[in-house]
């Protein structure tokens, strides 16, 4: 049995708490009028969640709460607890063996539901029903007179009930819960879509920022990266020439020095040389006496002039004796011719002016030793001319005499003077090349000091540029320190990388234009502004943040229709599939009812409505208004046999009950509900067909477990447990448990 138990409590009549258990297939309530055999089953049908007042007659939740009576009060609040055995599980996710539904209502109108003594909202109730085929459309539970509401429903409103008996209603929700999710997500969608286009702008203002920003970060590093590097290499090459240029100044240093010693030296020698020049005495060869060569200042120039003078005197005396030798010629020819002349005056004439002559020279020598010479001389002549003058001519003449002794004199002289030219010229000789070797050495010594002078200049020019060199070092080590100093920021704390690396020094120039181009490029991207950086960070995550919800929701949205599709072809499929086989249990119960016929239900399709609205198979409380919208639905279609009749509205009220029941036995068949409460369904008929409808009873009660209230006798009779509801006299519904002649007797009073 699926309903174990209905517990009942201040439910309209029903003051007292009453329970009814159900433990066999069919269980009949009687009782007389009034006496509240109708609330138990609309007490079902409320805790089930029934929202309309109408069909639970009232108009208020209060209205279903004990009224009280002149006897008993009235109470606020009213119970009901539906019990249903879940031992086969088939109420979805719900793991318990019993499952218990409880509705309360409170003067208020306030309701609340209870799911296995769990506070639970409607919706959880109507889930968890739909799961047993227990759907809203309440078409297990006929009412009193409503027997035949479902031949009267609108098309849409009686495919709601058949949806609802073939039990899959609850696909209808799901879809239904699925398009409300879509159409929340497509919400959201527009809702995070427009949220992203708001903020877009800002975000490729704070993009470019973020960009410049990078750029800046990045020129930063490579600048950093060069600036190590160049600093580096500067500073290599500012050790490597520093150690350099000591090297390079030492040697010349050196030399220099060294040349400089020997100048000194040289200039001494030189002023030697120039004082032996300029006091000739010193210059001369050891061993020459002053006195027999006096060189002073014009010694040199004396002594050419004695040269000169004994040149002259020697030329004269050669011209004498050519003079002589030819007077003498002449005096021995006529000698030859003249015997007694003794001296011609022509001889006597040179004698004269020679005696002049030599008396004139020694008048004009200084020195008496010469003077003395030339004076014996002269006295020699004077002899000589006097003893030719007075002795006899032997070779001719006198004359001729006389002209060959002083012809012999003259040679003498001649040769006298010879050798004094010859002395004079030998020491002239001697004291030139002495000057000369002096002039000579001096010269070598001049040279000597010019070339040492000139290398010193070229090492003095050497060392120049070294310290030249030096300088420019020190200016650029200068220039190094400040560049250090101003990449510090640029560095960041990095500057020891620049003494602790080892780099090559080539490469400087190229680097230093990077450098420089790196730094304009830098000053024109600008500076970073890290409160722009972490906004755009900001902004940007929450814009991948809305991007990947979109992203998020539209695979959902997705989800959702792939969903929504699949339930709109199950629904489809099963609708089809369930409303052929009522179809075929429809047919047989009207068979059997009418012993004859056709019944069928058929689907009717909109005429003119988008799939969407058609399928959607709501119900409407206003069946006008669900004609006119030309709702899909189903349509019964019956042909009673031996009767031409073939519409619903000219049966008679039994034919109508049978038609009703046979629709109803016929959906109840092909997806037995739990239960199926029938309120004096009944009612309306003779005694055949009430007892064809009892056989109906206990067919449909293999499959369906029957609540019949009912007055009938042959309903009771099929029935295995009966309960009379009695009203006593304080207008409180009771309840027993009776056997069946007492049914009869209670139904009946
Ligand atoms: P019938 O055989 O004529 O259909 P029944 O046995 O089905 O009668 P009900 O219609 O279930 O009778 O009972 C109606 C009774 O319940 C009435 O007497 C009515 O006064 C009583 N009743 C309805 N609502 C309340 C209420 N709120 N408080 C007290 N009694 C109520």
Redo the contacts with the bound molecule.
């Keep these: 049995m699926y309903l174990k138990r209905l517990e009942l409590s201040g439910f309209?009549?029903f003051?007292k708490h009453i329970i009814l258990d159900f433990t066999t297939p069919i269980t009949a309530v009687v009782?007389?009028?009034?006496?509240?055999?109708?609330?138990?089953a609309?007490a079902l049908q409320w805790a089930l969640g029934e929202q309309s007042m109408k069909s639970l007659?009232?108009k208020r939740g209060e209205?279903?709460?004990?009224?009280?009576?002149p006897t008993s009060p009235?109470l606020g609040r009213a119970s009901v607890t539906v019990v249903f055995d879940n031992s086969k599980k088939k109420f979805g996710n719900i793991d318990f063996d019993e499952v218990s539904i409880e509705r309360k209502v409170y003067r208020d109108g306030i309701n609340e539901y209870f799911l296995n003594g769990s506070k639970s909202r409607l919706k959880d109730i109507i889930e968890a029903l739909s799961n047993v085929g227990l759907g809203a459309s309440q078409h297990h539970i006929i009412s009193?007179g409503e027997a035949d509401r479902i031949l009267y429903a609108s098309v849409a409103e009686r495919r709601a009930m058949i949806e609802d008996a073939l039990g899959i209603k609850i696909f209808q929700l799901k879809r239904k819960e699925s398009e409300r999710k879509l159409e929340a997500t497509e919400e959201n969608m527009r809702q995070v879509a427009s949220l992203r286009r708001e903020i877009q702008p800002h975000l490729r203002f704070l993009q470019v920022q973020a960009e410049k920003a990078e750029k800046s970060t990045e020129i930063r590093a490579r600048l950093k990266e060069k600036l190590l590097e160049y600093l580096g290499r500067e500073r290599s090459y500012l050790k490597a020439e520093t150690d350099k240029t000591v090297d390079v100044k030492a040697e010349p240093k050196k030399a220099v020095a060294a040349k400089e010693a020997e100048i000194a030296l040289l200039r001494n020698k030189l002023q030697e040389e120039e004082a032996c020049l300029s006091d000739r005495q010193a210059c001369l060869p050891a061993g020459r006496g002053a006195g027999t060569l006096s060189v002073t200042d014009n010694a040199i120039t004396d002594t050419k002039a004695r040269v000169d003078m004994a040149r002259a005197k020697i030329s004269q005396l050669e011209r004498d004796l050519g003079r002589l030798e030819g007077m003498l010629e002449t005096e021995k020819g006529r000698g030859r011719a003249n015997k007694a002349l003794s001296v011609p005056p022509a001889e006597l004439k040179v004698f004269l002016e020679k005696i002049d002559g030599d008396i004139v020279e020694a008048m004009e020598l200084s020195d008496l030793e010469d003077t003395r010479r030339i004076l014996k001389g002269v006295s020699q002549v004077v002899r000589e001319f006097l003893k030719k003058l007075f002795s006899p001519a032997e070779n001719g003449t006198d004359a001729a005499t006389s002209l060959e002794r002083r012809k012999l004199e003259l040679e003498k002289e001649l040769g006298a003077r010879k050798k004094d030219e010859e002395n004079a010229q030998k020491i002239y000789a001697e004291m030139s090349s002495k000057i000369q070797n002096s002039l000579q050495n001096l010269r070598g010594i001049e040279k000597r000091i010019y070339e040492l002078e000139s290398e010193t200049s070229a090492l003095r020019d050497k060392l120049r540029s070294a310290e030249l060199a030096e300088e420019k070092l020190r200016l650029r080590r200068e220039d190094f320190e400040r560049e250090l100093e101003e990449s510090a920021s640029i560095l960041d704390g990095a500057k020891e990388a620049v003494y602790d690396g080892e780099f090559e020094i080539n490469l400087r120039d190229t680097l230093r234009r990077e450098i420089e181009r790196a730094k304009i490029k830098l000053e024109e991207a600008g500076g970073v502004d890290g409160s722009v950086l972490k906004e755009f960070e900001d902004v940007k995550a929450r814009d991948e943040f809305l991007a990947r919800e979109l992203e998020d929701l539209g695979k959902a949205a997705g989800d959702l229709r792939k969903i929504i599709k699949e339930l709109e072809t199950q629904l489809d499929q099963d609708f089809k599939n369930g409303v052929e086989k009522i179809n075929k249990e429809f047919q047989e119960y009207f068979e059997t009812m009418f012993g004859g016929g056709k019944a069928e239900l058929k689907l009717v399709q909109p005429k003119q409505l988008s799939k969407e609205k058609s399928e959607a198979g709501e119900v409407s409380e206003d069946y006008a208004e669900a004609e006119e919208e030309k709702e899909s639905g189903i349509d019964v279609l019956i042909d009673l046999p031996r009767k031409r009749i073939k519409s619903l509205d000219m049966l008679s009220g039994g034919e109508r009950a049978l038609a009703s029941i046979a629709l109803l036995f016929a959906m109840s068949a092909v997806n037995p509900p739990p239960f199926l409460v029938l309120?004096?369904t009944d009612a309306a008929l003779d005694e055949a067909n009430s007892r064809r409808y009892s056989e109906m009873l206990s067919g449909l009660s293999k499959r369906a477990q029957l609540i019949v209230?009912t007055?009938n006798r042959e309903t009771m009779h099929s029935a295995g447990a009966l309960y009379g509801?009695t009203?006593g006299n304080d207008?409180i519904?009771r309840l027993i448990s009776i056997q069946l002649e007492d049914a009869e007797k209670i139904a009946k009073r």
């Design positions: 309209k009549s003051a009782g007389p009028n009034g006496s509240g055999k109708s609330n138990v609309e007659r009232g209205d279903l709460i004990f009224a009280g009576s009235r009193q309120d004096e209230i007055h509801v009203l207008s519904s």
